[in-house]
């Protein structure tokens, strides 16, 4: 007996569609993954994801399309955010099934970052302990608006450009744990290896501000450290 066509359930698989077909292209994960650190005009997004404009704006159209980016008008620019802390929660569960499913995503990771002691990382579960004791000083290797836009409480906001020049900053009787965006940037790789370098005990946090967005745990915000 053939069963009959239910076409309310087509209608909500294609709306689910919509997300899939939004981000089906490289460079639209990218630009959510950037917006994940904090809002950005197109011309930022563009530098950041090496894209044109004119693509970088075509990308964040499907974005917008699809809801998962807002804009807000800010002087001359538009700036983009991500709609809401759900989507950054996709991006970490979708990231976190590539790297169970696809073998490849080691691979690339172990290519582009090397295997050293940089890549074995402090958990964040850890680190938290490791700060609510006094443990450690905990460095945001990010841009500052970055830093402003979102950081994890306790940090210092240390961008890599200016790390050499302000070492004298951080403390040298304690380990020093630096972070950036993610699993994936090399910053916080690159800030530990100058810091092993120059004489401190320094480790890595593997995970980014999304991803302690994404547990639920609390993130700092403005310009310095919470207390």
Same mark, same amino acid.
Request: with cysteine; glycine share 8%; charged share 30%.
């Given at each position: 007996?053939?069963?009959?066509?239910?076409?309310?359930?087509?209608? *909500?698989?294609?709306?689910?569609?919509?997300?899939?077909?939004?981000?089906?292209?490289?460079?639209?994960?990218? %630009?959510?993954?950037?917006?994940?650190?904090?809002?950005?005009?197109?011309?930022?997004?563009?530098?950041?994801?090496?894209?044109?404009? $004119?693509?970088?704006?075509?990308?964040?159209?499907?974005?917008?399309?699809?809801?998962?980016?807002?804009?807000?008008?800010?002087?001359?620019?538009?700036?983009?955010? %991500?709609?809401?802390?759900?989507?950054?929660?996709?991006?970490?569960?979708?990231?976190?099934?590539?790297?169970?499913?696809?073998?490849?995503?080691?691979?690339?990771?172990?290519?582009?970052?090397?295997?050293?002691?940089?890549?074995?990382? *402090?958990?964040?579960?850890?680190?938290?302990?490791? *700060?609510?004791?006094?443990?450690?000083?905990?460095?945001?290797?990010?841009?500052?608006?970055?830093?402003?836009?979102?950081?994890?409480?306790?940090?210092?906001?240390?961008?890599?450009?200016?790390?050499?020049?302000?070492?004298?900053? %951080?403390?040298?009787?304690?380990?020093?744990?630096?972070?950036?965006?993610?699993?994936?940037?090399?910053?916080?790789?690159?800030?530990?290896?100058?810091?092993?370098?120059?004489?401190?005990?320094?480790?890595?946090?593997?995970?980014?501000?999304?991803?302690?967005?994404?547990?639920?745990?609390?993130?700092?915000?403005?310009?310095? $450290?919470?207390?």
């Amino acid at each position: 007996m053939t069963r009959p066509k239910n076409p309310h359930k087509d209608a *909500i698989y294609e709306q689910f569609a919509r997300i899939g077909k939004a981000i089906s292209a490289p460079k639209r994960l990218q %630009l959510i993954d950037v917006l994940s650190q904090g809002p950005r005009t197109v011309e930022a997004l563009a530098e950041q994801a090496d894209l044109s404009l $004119a693509n970088a704006s075509q990308h964040l159209q499907v974005l917008r399309a699809a809801r998962l980016v807002e804009t807000e008008k800010k002087g001359l620019y538009v700036e983009y955010r %991500l709609a809401d802390a759900e989507v950054g929660r996709f991006f970490v569960a979708l990231r976190s099934l590539a790297e169970a499913r696809l073998a490849e995503v080691e691979q690339i990771t172990r290519d582009v970052l090397g295997a050293g002691d940089a890549m074995e990382p *402090i958990e964040g579960e850890e680190l938290r302990r490791r *700060i609510k004791r006094g443990e450690v000083t905990v460095v945001d290797v990010r841009p500052p608006e970055e830093f402003r836009a979102g950081h994890v409480p306790g940090a210092i906001s240390l961008p890599l450009a200016e790390l050499h020049k302000r070492l004298g900053e %951080l403390p040298n009787d304690r380990e020093i744990v630096a972070y950036c965006r993610g699993p994936y940037c090399v910053m916080a790789v690159e800030a530990v290896a100058l810091l092993r370098k120059k004489g401190f005990r320094a480790r890595r946090m593997e995970e980014g501000v999304v991803d302690w967005r994404a547990r639920g745990w609390r993130v700092a915000t403005g310009e310095g $450290a919470a207390r």
